[in-house]
């Protein structure tokens, strides 16, 4: 359903930087881009996150509400995503933990304010 999602980014080197070593995690890679946008995902037809500067030329702010939510694949890599970011210069917003019986999660803003989420979902 979801092809990809963008973010916005003040400093495209630095955002991609940090991308390229946290979503090298989780086994993504940049798949393609432009001087402006950097599409990454973990192949062809699967949902990509971008990572842009605004197309109208305004400044970067994040949304109030907006998040990406990264599917982790374990707890264990929940907590490994979490302390990556956090290494990588990203701010805590919920440590890793329990949010309900099905659902294990982290949050972090990265480096231009964007909020993620890492998580674990147990369904059934």
Avoid: H, W
């Amino acid at each position: 359903m979801i092809g990809y999602v963008t973010i916005g980014s003040k400093d495209l080197a630095r955002a991609c930087k940090f991308y390229d070593a946290l979503l090298a995690e989780v086994g993504a890679k940049q798949l393609m881009g432009m001087d402006r946008i950097k599409f990454y995902g973990t192949g062809p037809g699967t949902p990509m996150l971008a990572v842009c500067t605004p197309y109208d030329g305004s400044e970067q702010n994040p949304g109030n509400g907006n998040m990406v939510a990264i599917p982790a694949g374990s707890r264990a890599a929940v907590d490994k995503l979490y302390a990556k970011a956090i290494e990588l210069g990203a701010r805590d917003e919920g440590a890793p933990g329990e949010r309900m019986p099905i659902f294990y999660g982290a949050y972090v803003r990265d480096l231009d304010g964007n909020k993620l989420c890492f998580f674990d979902m147990k369904l059934g």
